[in-house]
């Protein structure tokens, strides 16, 4: 699975404004909660236990926070660039500034993982990272992503 | 991680104080300029001068970005609203509320569920109350805590000069006495908290904690010369929300009780509410009263006003008297150390249990419990140990725990195992962790689960 077959535009926000976690998520889940019908509350919620357990700030600027839903059908995919960088507990006390968002559905069959691995992996390339960083909008980031998936 | 405390008195005080030490971004919230003194004086937190209820304070604080909210001033109301309000404006944070009145006992369950969904509802009086009753479940204890449901006991005693183990090395513990010795975690010795080791000897006046099963804790006792005295009545003083719902469980559980209260009026109440407990209208530091009250064929005397100095006084006049045994209820920290001094070993104190309410919630990992013991220098930590995690998989030795840490129990299957150097930890194991302080967040990292965990 491509993370373009999952990522909508809408859910691209190129400009973060929180400075931590859960403002963060808050920001994160608004245009994902909108595309599924899911509540986003729970959906904050439901994020932060999964933060609470280890975080998934993995150092490099990245964070790729995520978690299971029952009521959901398909994977859902967000996306965040915050300018500042955003205390998320990273494991290298860094601040993050690329975010993935992954809700999978409960009984997911390892799609999810395989998802994951894919993103982790792209953001090894710090060339792609730093495209990224500079992308101006939505239209930008999607395209980047585009180019690197084809890469791949 | 960012808490919200609304409410400075001697409860929000103290848990902003221990979670400032844990370097927590803490803002706390009260009406009062001098509480709010108070705190920024001897801590490094944030203060706004206002009422936690008002919206435009809780936005002010910074409300959404906030993890928890802990509404916890000396109004159940003013707490409620706090939580509302916070609902309103911010649902994803966890809120916390200290409710007291027993009226609201039967709609603890009805504020989680429905607005304004409170995530745990604090009272340290019923936690000093279930306190008093798990210090008088094991005798001679002068800090007892359950994990794992009850089935390990983690205890706290002071070693009698005359014990057969005192003055004996760890290491030639289990030659002095003909049973198992059980597992010592920690001793207090003075204002010292040592992790002991093999080398390590224990001294007359020592604070020593260890770790049992239920079903053996008299034998971890009897290690330590600790005599097991039945109790059969008990007198408190204080007829407040602690000694009022102590009484109710002490007659439940058919304890010959008597409660002394000073306000006629409150003693009316009692006296209605209460079936077998016995009350008395009188002052508890009355001599002539505790006298005539048989003060000596008392087990226990357990004094719970709210007056702390007069608890202590009241308890020293007890035990002169020949109660053979006494609680005392105190507030200020600083008097702990004194009261060992003094002779008031068993101690209870609602700022500690309010804390420990708190402890698990800002913990990372999955921690089910997580309680500081007496002097705030430790903690012991029960987790479920999580695939992916570094604490399972392999041998506790080779695991990076740091070395003011120590496993001290699993349970696999509802079975306790006291580990050892070569036990391995499996997914979902439930773990108990005893931990200096300063070990905490190295302990969290162990705890945490790497990225692929969903």
Partial sequence: MKILDVLHKEAILPDLKSFDKKGVLEELVTPVSRISGVNHDHLVRVLMERERLGSTGIGEGIGIPHGKLKDIESLILGFGLSRKGVDFESMDGLPTHIFFLLITPENSTGIHLKLLARISRILKNEVFREKLLNAADSDEIYSIIMEEEKEL | ?454
């Fill in chain 2, 1 to 454: 991680m960012k808490v919200i405390i609304v409410g400075a008195g001697e409860v929000g005080f103290n848990i902003a104080r221990h979670l400032a030490l844990e370097n927590k971004d803490v803002l706390v919230i009260d009406k009062n300029p001098d509480s709010l003194r108070r705190v920024s004086e001897s801590t490094d937190v944030q203060v706004i001068n206002g009422s936690g209820s008002n919206p435009a304070v809780l936005e002010a604080a910074g409300i959404k970005e906030a993890e928890i909210l802990l509404a916890v001033t000396d109004s159940d109301e003013i707490n409620l609203v706090s939580c509302l309000v916070a609902n309103i404006i911010s649902p994803a944070t966890k809120k916390m509320a200290r409710i007291r009145d027993a009226v609201y006992d039967d709609y603890h369950d009805t504020f989680h569920d429905h607005a304004p969904h409170i995530d745990t509802i604090i009272n340290p009086e019923i936690e000093v109350v279930k306190t008093i009753e798990r210090l008088m479940s094991v005798p001679g204890a002068v800090e007892v805590d359950d994990f794992a449901d009850g089935q390990v006991k983690f205890i706290g005693i002071y070693l009698d000069a005359s014990a057969k183990l005192a003055g004996v090395k760890l290491s030639e513990m289990s030659s002095k006495v003909d049973r198992p010795v059980p597992l010592i975690a920690a001793i207090i010795r003075g204002k010292e908290l040592i992790i002991p080791r093999g080398n390590d000897e224990l001294i007359p006046g020592d604070l020593i904690y260890f770790i049992s099963e239920e079903d053996t804790f008299m034998d971890a006792l009897a290690v330590f010369d600790k005599q097991v005295e039945p109790i059969h009545r008990i007198l408190i003083v204080g007829g407040g929300q602690v000694g009022f719902r102590l009484a109710s469980v002490l007659e439940e559980n058919s304890v010959y009780t008597k409660i002394i209260e000073k306000d006629p009026n409150r003693c009316t109440q009692l006296a209605d509410q209460l079936n077998k407990a016995v009350v008395l209208c009188g002052d508890g530091s009355d001599q002539g009263l505790l006298n005539q009250e048989n003060i000596k064929d008392m087990d226990v005397v357990i004094t719970v006003t709210n007056d702390e100095e007069t608890n202590i006084i009241v308890s020293l006049l007890a035990k002169q008297m020949g109660a053979k045994k006494t609680i005392t209820r105190i507030s200020k920290f600083s008097y702990f150390p004194l009261m060992s001094t003094i002779g008031l070993e068993q101690v209870v104190s609602p700022r500690l249990s309010a804390v420990n309410s708190i402890l698990q919630h800002i913990r990372r990992g999955k921690v089910l419990q997580a309680k500081a013991i007496k002097n705030e220098q430790a903690e012991v930590m029960e987790a479920v140990a999580l695939e992916t995690s570094d604490i399972v998989g392999k041998p506790i030795r080779k695991i990076s725990l740091p070395k003011d840490a120590l496993v001290t129990g699993i349970i696999r299957d509802s079975n306790v195992i006291i580990p050892s150097g070569n036990s391995v930890i499996k997914p979902d194991d439930r773990i108990i962790i005893f931990a200096r302080r300063e070990a905490i967040p190295k302990i969290e990292k162990i705890l945490a689960v790497k990225l692929e965990y969903f």
